[in-house]
């Protein structure tokens, strides 16, 4: 029996990407693979819960549009999600997961499970962390199998040279698909916005055909 870390589990509505404004309940994973310089999430402990407990816990909740896998990153507890997602299944709202999306291998394994997927992709120049592109392009060639949009953080230090590798990346893979650029909620103001105005431009340019600027909604609306 597979035993998870959850940080919290709570109703609210969700605040950011293609799905802002629909009301999900949002169960944290507790931990990550990797650790972003502008991530606004900070987990300090944990409950334990088995497949079994969290289905209880998680069938409580009525009137949501979809369960919202979150993190931390869900996917470095993937034996978990291979136990707890055929029961969640059946309870009925659509499973969302929100995920880093760099870890294809685990991706693979429950991705039948799974009903969207709400996909990062890591730009260095803003995470202060290495590139991930061959992790991201073997996770988005998997997750194309279902409902998926990217999203992307965009920071005072984000550098052109990401967005010209994420351009061929998603090129490669799917140019159809949404992709989110949202403000780095630290960040936020007029020279910002212009810079992503601009990337959004040379998306557009190149062939990536469906780019939006949606900031955190939930941050200005004063909700989790």
Request: include cysteine; charge should be neutral; glycine fraction near 8%.
């Amino acid at each position: 029996m597979q035993i998870a870390k959850i940080s919290e589990i709570f109703k609210s509505t969700q605040g950011e990407g293609l799905y802002l404004g629909v009301e999900q309940l949002f169960v944290r994973f507790f931990g990550c693979n990797i650790k972003c310089g502008f991530c606004d999430t900070r987990q300090r402990d944990f409950k334990e819960y088995s497949a079994v407990s969290l289905k209880g816990e998680v069938s409580r909740s009525r009137d949501i549009h979809s369960l919202c896998l979150t993190g931390g990153e869900p996917l470095v507890q993937s034996d978990f999600l291979k136990e707890f997602l055929p029961a969640a299944r059946t309870i009925g709202p659509k499973i969302y997961l929100e995920t880093n999306g760099t870890l294809p291998y685990e991706l693979s394994g429950v991705i039948d499970l799974i009903d969207i997927v709400a996909m990062d992709i890591k730009l260095p120049s803003a995470t202060g962390q290495k590139a991930f592109w061959a992790e991201h392009e073997e996770f988005l060639s998997i997750a194309k199998k279902k409902s998926v949009f990217i999203k992307m953080v965009i920071t005072g230090s984000t550098q052109q040279e990401d967005i010209v590798s994420v351009t061929g990346l998603i090129k490669k893979i799917e140019p159809d698909i949404y992709v989110v650029l949202q403000p780095n909620w630290f960040d936020v103001d007029s020279a910002l916005l212009n810079k992503m105005v601009g990337f959004k431009k040379y998306f557009l340019e190149a062939g990536v055909r469906n780019v939006k600027i949606m900031p955190q909604a939930h941050k200005y609306a004063g909700i989790r």
